[in-house]
Each structure stands twice: as structure tokens, then as C-alpha cells.
């Protein structure tokens, strides 16, 4: 919160494509990526996954913890997009402790469509999105007993423990 809310999103899009800037490790991205969702770019997140799909392509095993040259280290906050992909892009967080309420987010950048689930102490909630342009087709399932709130481009829904939309 050191910079002004209105500067945020310029300050990270020069954060990520200043070169001349000192860039972060591959671990410590997981803090830039805190930083780009705190900024309202969490749709960039996708466009940021170069390195991990690189380790993929160099066939490692385990996520590395700096470029190459590297051995697969399996450096555990190199792991963030494990976390990510399903707390930023498919957007499933707890709203309370235990999961008893959630808050479904999504930030799909270019996706078109996805399905993810999430296990909780409650049970499985489970999301399908279609998108077309800004409008989005969500099929949200929730555990017995659990209540949340989908929220998209600045509209809140309430989510009941059923299949949404009803």
C-alpha cells in the first residue's frame, strides 16, 4: 500500500517489462505476482508463466529455483503457480476460515474456457467457465452447507451450496 492505488498498474507493467530493472527469481516471483494482483492485473498472470513453461521444455521434474544453468531443485515458492492457477486464474479462495465461505474470483487472461477444482475440509468446489468477450458462463458447485460470493469485472453474485447458476 506504498503506492497510490491510481499508479499501481503503471508502476507493475514497468516492474515486469523494464529489463534494465533488476528482474526477481524465479521463487521471489511469487511476491511480484502478489504485487500484480494487489495492482488489478491479475489477468496478466498467464503471460508471466514463461520460465515454467521453459523448465517444462528443459524437461525438469521439479520447478528450479533460478535460469539456467540449473538443476531441478524444486525450490518450494518456485512451486507458486501450483497455488496460483487455482487461487488467481480459476479465482477459488476461502472467504473464511475452514472454507465454510468462498469467494470465486476468476482472472482468466486470454483463456476462452476452464475447469478446475479445489478439495476443502468441506468438500470439493468445482468451477466451469466459458467466456465470450466480457461475458462469463459460470457453473459453480459448492459443499453441503457452503455459501460464497462469484464475483467478475466489479459484480458481485451471491452463491448458494448448489449448482449456479440456478
Partial sequence: DIVPEADRP???KKI???VSLTQATYYFRFYVIRALKKAGLA???LAQ???WRTMLELGLSTWAETP???R???HAWSAHPNYDLLTTVAGILPAKPGFSEVRIEPHLGSLKTLK???PTPRGMVTVKYERKGDELNADVTLPEAVTGTLAWQGREL???AEAWPQ
Fill in 68 to 70: 539456467e544453468p540449473t
Fill in 116 to 118: 478446475a477444482s479445489v
Fill in 72 to 74: 531441478s531443485d524444486s
Fill in 158 to 160: 451471491p452463491l448458494e
Fill in 16 to 18: 515486469l517489462t523494464d
Fill in 43 to 45: 489477468d496478466e498472470y
Fill in 10 to 12: 503503471a508502476l507493475m
Fill in 49 to 51: 508463466l514463461g520460465p
